[in-house]
């Protein structure tokens, strides 16, 4: 079946560190990715995305790259700032012939300290 | 645009009362997504309707949760009777399918339901 799994949390990582949160997934076909951010008290919202294989997603200083042959979409960021702290949701979806169809990650919390 | 409206934002309830949540996705888009999400089972798909039209429903806990989408426009998430345990927060999101692939949703602010 069709599934998203993220690195568990929570991670607390100081100010300017570098930060990874690990994505893999399993899917039939070829899903576009995402990765979605929330903030405390917030909706998710999208933080960047990547539709096909090899390519990068950026935004905000942080950047995914689907990586078709170990199916996984790794966030990075270089150096973490006290707003990054919020919870950070992997998700796939695709279209198939009864509908498009979407999976969530589990979510990761992050928590950076100054 | 004003982006995915959901009402109201808190709601507090007592058990065995009915509970109406409402949304307004983002116009043009054809898909609706309802969602709860809690700290127990994080973020779970309740219902997604396509033009209006319920397409899946295998995430409705139980016969209590019902949902509509009477237009394009507004959709709502019933649960009659309500719970203690129903107590979580229910997200609305919108998408829009395009031929150039899966596009993103687009969430709602949610709604903070308490059930005492």
């Known amino acids: 079946g069709n599934s998203v799994t993220q690195m568990e949390g929570p991670v607390t990582l100081s100010e300017e560190a570098f930060l990874t949160i690990n994505c893999t997934y399993t899917?039939?076909?070829?899903?576009?990715l995402f990765w979605y951010v929330q903030y405390p008290g917030e909706g998710l919202q999208l933080l960047l995305k990547a539709t096909k294989a090899d390519d990068k997603g950026s935004n905000k200083g942080f950047e995914a790259t689907y990586r078709k042959e170990t199916t996984s979409f790794h966030l990075e960021k270089g150096s973490v700032q006290v707003s990054d702290s919020a919870v950070y949701f992997c998700a796939l979806g695709f279209s198939t012939n009864t509908g498009n169809q979407f999976y969530f990650g589990t979510g990761t919390s992050l928590t950076v300290i100054p | 645009d004003a982006g995915v409206i959901q009402s109201p934002r808190h709601e507090v309830t007592e058990m065995g009362q009915e509970v109406t949540l409402r949304c307004k996705p983002i116009s043009g888009h054809d898909y609706l997504f309802w969602y709860r999400q809690t700290m127990m089972r994080g973020l779970e798909l309740l219902i997604y309707?396509?033009?209006?039209?319920?397409?899946?429903d295998s995430g409705m806990p139980e016969d209590r949760f019902s949902a509509k989408m009477p237009n394009a426009s507004f959709s709502t998430l019933k649960i009659q009777p309500s719970e203690p345990r129903d107590s979580a927060v229910y997200f609305c999101?919108?998408?829009?399918?395009?031929?150039?692939?899966?596009?993103?949703?687009?969430f709602g602010p949610g709604t903070r339901l308490t059930v005492l």
């Open positions: 899917a039939t076909g070829y899903p576009s």
């Open positions: 309707f396509n033009n209006n039209v319920p397409i899946d």
């Open positions: 999101a919108s998408s829009l399918w395009t031929s150039g692939g899966y596009n993103e949703q687009f």
